[in-house]
């Protein structure tokens, strides 16, 4: 079956610019993550989705990045005004409710420049 | 503080010998452990996962963990390389406090394995 999608996957944006991050997850996935992956590191948490309930927004840098998943399918991560310390892959997981094994998209690379 | 380590940030090994990549985590409570790979542009793919149980636990493509708790770690091991397993390993912590049902993981810093001919 078809797995996590992610769209675009590279995106280039001039600073100050909004940008906004597709992913599509496995069907009949309710739990989706966002990880934020900076050049040579690991990722790290940024949200999380319960179908279309954000519980877990303690990993957003700062109020210029939103999530939003309205009818618990899709999730689209926007990050405004962006700066150059938003550089990044920005990966989306998803998973059953309480199986903890998140099944990865191929990332969506972000550079402002 | 809750955190996880990847002692080794780059492992180059010879094609058919075996290998051991790190991993260190720090933490009160109780936990899950999971091994990520990495491909270049694609995104993570589960190795193992230890949720409870034996401590030794096998993998895909022959890989195998053990979680020790005495020193909060839980390696990763190959008996035997191939070329194809040249990608970069990511050691994940779930830890299990304040009410988290859901699977939020904490990453390590990744280790590089370069298997040469």
């Known amino acids: 079956g078809a797995g996590v999608s992610q769209s675009p996957r590279y995106k280039v944006a001039k600073r100050g610019q909004d940008v906004a991050l597709r992913c599509d997850p496995i069907?009949?996935?309710?739990?989706l993550f966002w990880y934020q992956q900076a050049l040579g590191q690991g990722p790290e948490f940024l949200t999380y989705f319960q179908n279309e309930a954000q519980l877990d927004k303690s990993g957003l840098p700062s109020d210029r990045f939103f999530a939003e998943r309205p009818e618990g399918s899709v999730s689209t991560l926007k990050i405004q005004r962006t700066q150059q310390e938003d550089s990044a892959v920005y990966l989306c997981a998803s998973s059953l409710p309480t199986v903890y094994e998140q099944y990865f998209g191929p990332g969506t690379r972000l550079t402002v420049t | 503080a809750q955190s996880v380590t990847q002692l080794d940030s780059q492992v180059p090994v010879f094609e058919e010998a075996p290998v051991e990549l790190r991993c260190n985590y720090s933490?009160?409570?109780?936990?899950?452990l999971f091994w990520y790979v990495q491909y270049p542009n694609q995104g993570l793919q589960l190795l193992l996962k230890y949720l409870s149980g034996s401590t030794l636990v096998k993998g895909i493509n022959g890989f195998e963990a053990e979680f020790n708790k005495s020193q909060t770690s839980f390696h990763l091991r190959k008996p035997s390389v191939h070329i194809s397993d040249t990608a970069e390993y990511f050691c994940?912590?779930?830890?299990?406090?304040?009410?988290?049902?859901?699977?939020?993981?904490?990453f390590g810093q990744g280790t590089i394995l370069t298997v040469h001919p």
């Open positions: 994940a912590v779930k830890f299990n406090a304040g009410g988290t049902s859901y699977g939020k993981l904490t």
């Open positions: 933490s009160s409570v109780s936990v899950y």
């Open positions: 069907s009949g996935h309710v739990s």
